[in-house]
């Protein structure tokens, strides 16, 4: 399977999740965006990577690029190769220079030993299919599968109030929420819209 470059283009916090953050990663050759629901621990732990801040004690992907380095391993790069109901799938391809190794990791926790290492950040088409956003010029449009057809379908459970709205009213929920950059919400109407897809 062909691997997608991923970049991160933005982190902003929930507004209707306490605690819960918004990491907004983009195609690097394209117009597609892939909002992940993080929390505030990793949230902070990329933030603090990006702004080249140095925390007063190794936070613990610190500890984990400190422990890889002694050791001369390095992690090559992250693949997000799975969703599953919503939940993303990712892992770490590392190397001691004579073996590759796979280690699975939760997304948020991959992305942040990825700032860290310096290393890139991929995904596969059906994942984008699936979850992402498509960016038109300077408006957001609901990704319909634009590509090839999903390989793998998501069942997310009904959204709240969501449930009760038209596709219509739900694909201009989007673009509204999208506009004021409320990638939480959006990631959550994005879910119903594929939840109605494949039921």
Known sequence: M???????????????QSGAYALVLGEISGRRRLPI????????????????MTPSRPLTHDLFKSFAKAYH????EIIIYNLVDGIFYSKLICSDGKKVV??????????????RFDCPIYTYEFIL???GIVIEGNDFVYLE?????PEEKTTAGPTGSYNSLSVEELKTRL???L??????????IRDELNRRKSS
């Not at 470059?5 to 209707?16: E, F, H, M, N, R």
């Not at 699975?104 to 926790?109: F, V």
């Not at 599968?145 to 057809?149: F, K, L, R, S």
């Open 2 to 16: 062909k691997k997608i470059k991923l970049d991160i283009v933005g982190l902003s916090y929930s507004q209707t």
């Open 175 to 177: 673009q509204e929420a």
């Open 73 to 76: 391993i390095t992690v090559q």
């Open 37 to 52: 629901i993080i929390g505030s621990f990793e949230a902070q732990a990329i933030a603090i990577e990006i702004e080249k």
């Open 129 to 131: 299919s699936t979850a």
């Open 145 to 149: 599968n634009i590509n090839e057809p």
């Open 102 to 115: 796979e280690i699975d990791a939760r997304t948020s926790d991959a992305i942040a030993v990825a700032v």
């Open 179 to 188: 506009s004021e950059e409320s990638y939480e919400k959006a990631a959550k």
